[in-house]
């Protein structure tokens, strides 16, 4: 049995148009000889009557304190309505479908609520329905803990959900369709012009969510790149094109054999709304320990950090431009001087071949200065180099890296 699993995204099924090209892509897989897994979001976005976001405002009006078990459990039905919804109009067309949801398909998670992470599946249900020719239609973003409490994956939870029944079922991929027709080197709202990347290797897709790409959650491209099943990011109103991830590019190399290399700089991506944290003092934090604890109250504090720069008198990074009186609050009672600034954003160059490549750090702290954006901060890793600038610069260094490593060639 050769299973593909399709997952579609809220924006792609917002219409009662935009559900019938969906549900034209699963007829397409079934046409292929394959047996289709779908896995839908919510349909819409904010101000629509059943996306996730319009649930939370209304949980929000209702008490803004409110117990993260009814959250979750509110949190779900969207995505039950999706796939009721979705599950009949595929019946209209004469194939055989079933709406689960997250616990019916065996989907279980830890217990933090709104950001759960999957423990195991139980697929029965799945291999139910399958073996009896009927699709599928799974209630993404959600599963159950042992105790028996619904929960949410959090931000891209579909497709989380999508990532781990490819892998549970051995997929022969996973496919997920948005309203785009796949990965960009740059943001098309930024660089309309920016093409489309036919194929990008698993640690280039990680580190372009991570850095702040939207079309695919990270933690998706961590799980399927685990057991070596190829993704498809695809429109969901074409039949053909799209980005392929996989472990790599295949290249020729002299004496005919494929091997597998990545980019120097595959895409750019951007993450904005940050706020730089800079804590000075005159002892040195490593001995007295401090350092430690800063990092500790705040990730007790749910405070995630990022671009972090350490020396003996001086911790610097930054951190979402909502946490800040969050941050204030964990470190006002140490005493320390503590130097809040907002306004800032993150740029990122990207690329898995860039590890042990000299210059690429010059080329882009050039590129910057030419243009006269100022960089506050930097990072690096073997596949991307992060810099500080000021929110209002995203757009010019956004494009100047983009003409600087030549991405419109791509």
């Not at 779908?38 to 117990?67: C, F, H, I, Q």
């Not at 019946?91 to 616990?103: D, S």
């Not at 997929?171 to 194929?199: C, H, S």
């Not at 990074?317 to 320390?336: C, H, N, S, W, Y």
Request: aromatic share 4%; proline share 3%; hydrophobic share 40%.
């Amino acid at each position: 049995m050769k299973i593909v699993v399709q997952k579609f995204g809220g924006s792609s099924l917002t219409t009662s148009e935009m559900r019938n090209e969906a549900q034209q892509r699963v007829w397409e897989a079934v046409e292929e000889g394959l047996r289709p897994v779908v896995v839908v979001s919510a349909m819409g976005r904010r101000g629509d009557p059943y996306a996730t976001d319009t649930l939370l405002d209304l949980m929000e009006k209702t008490n803004p304190g409110a117990e993260g078990s009814n959250v979750d459990l509110l949190l779900s039905c969207g995505e039950i309505i999706s796939a009721s919804i979705f599950a009949e109009g595929l019946r209209t067309m004469g194939l055989p479908a079933q709406a689960v949801t997250g616990w019916q398909c065996g989907i279980t998670t830890d217990e933090v609520h709104q950001a759960a992470r999957v423990t195991g599946v139980q697929s029965e249900k799945l291999w139910e329905l399958l073996r009896t020719g009927v699709i599928p239609v799974v209630a993404g973003f959600q599963g159950i803990t042992e105790s028996g409490k619904v929960t949410t994956l959090g931000r891209g939870g579909s497709d989380t959900t999508a990532a781990v029944l490819g892998v549970v079922l051995k997929a022969e991929r996973v496919e997920i369709f948005t309203d785009v027709d796949g990965v960009k080197t740059a943001d098309p709202r930024l660089v309309p012009d920016a093409p489309t990347i036919k194929v990008m290797s698993y640690r280039e897709v990680v580190e372009m969510g991570h850095m702040g790409a939207k079309v695919l959650h990270p933690r998706a491209a961590e799980i399927t790149m685990e057991e070596g099943i190829p993704l498809q990011i695809r429109s969901v109103i074409h039949s053909q094109g799209g980005t392929t991830i996989g472990p790599g590019l295949r290249q020729k190399t002299a004496f005919g054999a494929e091997k597998i290399s990545d980019r120097v700089v595959t895409g750019i991506a951007h993450l904005g709304k940050r706020a730089q944290v800079r804590i000075e003092g005159a002892e040195d934090f490593h001995r007295s320990g401090l350092g430690t604890k800063v990092f500790q109250q705040l990730a007790e504090a749910e405070v995630s950090v990022d671009l972090i720069y350490l020396s003996p008198d001086l911790i610097a990074f930054i951190i979402d431009q909502a946490k800040v009186e969050t941050t204030k609050r964990v470190l006002e009672p140490m005493g320390l001087s503590v130097k809040i600034e907002v306004g800032f954003a993150k740029v990122s160059v990207v690329g898995a071949g860039m590890h042990g490549v000299p210059g690429v750090m010059a080329r882009v702290v050039n590129c910057l200065e030419r243009e006269g954006i100022s960089i506050y901060q930097t990072t690096d890793s073997h596949a991307n180099i992060s810099c500080l600038v000021l929110e209002e610069h995203i757009l010019r260094a956004v494009q100047a890296l983009y003409r600087e490593f030549k991405l419109d060639r791509i």
